[in-house]
């Protein structure tokens, strides 16, 4: 596709773990000790494979036998979809979310996160029944109770699934407004809304009275594109629905004259390099990843696991096969954890906090 480079002739596995001067730790070991923030993660793809199969035996949810991991094999974004909606299936009450938040916080923190904003897209399970109420509630238990164990910050963000269309959006943006206007449980925890799912198949732009009433209520915006839909797309979800964020955005390359507005404007892109070569099939390898391009043209872009129980790469992992796809150093790493801070959606005081945090800690690691 034009959006990948021409084939990477680099050494495009994980970083060496060969050890080194400075802390005594290899790139990869650092890299997994250094605070990160993480800003695209689905957490029904971060459902651990035992946990999968023990809710699937909880509910009598049925599952093809052998491992769970076996699921996890597509060859398009579609085929990819279509296990990931089998895979939240087992998610069947308000104490499996809850299971689901906590393990995850955990899991994240495993890797060095410390602070995350996490997309959750209920649509299917409220077409099977569940409440939002439940959901959010369940889900918030879960993060707050694996926050106050690891000490990390982790919010929540509400996906729409475009698969069900605009007006299913509108449905679930005017029901979550209405559990934050009545206090409800846990909906404190959602600070964005944005939509992910099918792409090729559905006009962005039918989702906008969703996205005009989420802006009216205060709510944070980001969205889905460009994984596989050309760089056009991405700017009709920036500039037609308003989207502060764009998340993948890997086709953006294609267009420099996108590139260059969202680099005037600071439109932050979260990006998934590894899951856009294994997931989207977008790109041939990590080494033909457009990010260090995108970098490069002034694009604020960021590094995130996407689907990290799936693919089998969390973010630290996902940190080192980066610096040895692109031959990044320290630094350059380094640099690229503090734009997650500056893309995230803290406060100006709570942005400061983290990139000092982070600073101090890159100093004491540097390998
Ligand atoms: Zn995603």
């Known amino acids: 596709m034009?959006?990948?480079?021409?084939?990477?002739?680099?050494?495009?596995?994980?970083?060496?773990?060969?050890?080194?001067?400075?802390?005594?730790?290899?790139?990869?070991?650092?890299?997994?000790a250094l605070p990160k923030v993480e800003l695209h993660c689905h957490l029904e793809g971060a459902l651990r494979p035992q946990t999968v199969a023990g809710l699937a035996r909880k509910n009598g949810v049925p599952l093809p036998p052998g491992d769970v991991r076996d699921l996890y094999r597509w060859e398009s974004l579609d085929e990819f979809l279509r296990v990931f909606w089998l895979i939240q299936s087992v998610l069947g009450d308000q104490s499996d979310w809850e299971r689901l938040g906590y393990e995850s916080v955990l899991d994240g923190a495993a890797t060095g996160r410390v602070y995350a904003e996490v997309f959750v897209s209920p649509m299917r399970h409220l077409a099977a029944g569940q409440t939002l109420a439940s959901v959010i509630e369940g889900l918030?238990?879960?993060?707050?109770?694996?926050?106050?164990?690891?000490?990390?910050?982790?919010?929540?963000?509400?996906?729409?699934?475009?698969?069900?269309?605009?007006?299913?959006?509108?449905?679930?943006?005017?029901?979550?407004?209405?559990?934050?206007?009545?206090?409800?449980?846990?909906?404190?925890?959602?600070?964005?809304?944005?939509?992910?799912?099918a792409e090729l198949t559905v006009d962005p732009l039918s989702f906008?009275?969703?996205?005009?009433?989420?802006?009216?209520?205060?709510?944070?915006?980001?969205?889905?594109?460009?994984?596989?839909?050309?760089?056009?797309?991405?700017?009709?979800v920036a500039v037609g629905l308003g989207a502060e964020r764009i998340d993948h955005g890997v086709s953006l390359i294609d267009d420099p004259d996108l590139v260059a507005f969202f680099a005037g404007r600071g439109i932050p892109l979260t990006m998934c390099p590894t899951s856009n070569v294994v997931i989207a099939r977008a790109c041939g390898s990590v080494g033909r990843h457009p990010l260090p391009r995108l970098r490069d043209a002034g694009v604020l872009v960021t590094l995130n696991s996407d689907?990290?129980?799936?693919?089998?790469?969390?973010?630290?992992?996902?940190?080192?096969?980066?610096?040895a796809a692109w031959n990044w150093s320290w630094d350059q790493m380094v640099d690229l954890a503090l734009d997650g801070v500056a893309a995230s959606w803290l406060d100006d005081d709570g942005k400061r906090a983290l990139s000092a945090r982070i600073a101090a800690e890159a100093a004491r690691l540097a390998p």
């Open 140 to 197: 918030s238990a879960g993060l707050a109770a694996g926050d106050a164990e690891t000490g990390a910050t982790t919010r929540l963000i509400v996906n729409m699934d475009r698969s069900y269309g605009g007006e299913a959006g509108l449905q679930l943006m005017t029901e979550l407004i209405g559990l934050r206007r009545a206090n409800a449980a846990g909906a404190d925890r959602v600070i964005g809304i944005g939509m992910d799912s």
């Open 208 to 236: 906008a009275p969703a996205y005009r009433e989420a802006a009216a209520a205060g709510l944070r915006r980001c969205g889905h594109q460009g994984q596989v839909a050309p760089a056009a797309s991405i700017g009709v």
């Open 2 to 32: 034009r959006h990948c480079s021409p084939p990477c002739t680099a050494d495009c596995g994980p970083a060496s773990l060969a050890p080194v001067t400075g802390s005594g730790l290899s790139l990869a070991e650092a890299l997994r």
């Open 307 to 323: 689907d990290p129980a799936m693919t089998g790469v969390d973010l630290a992992a996902e940190y080192a096969t980066c610096a």
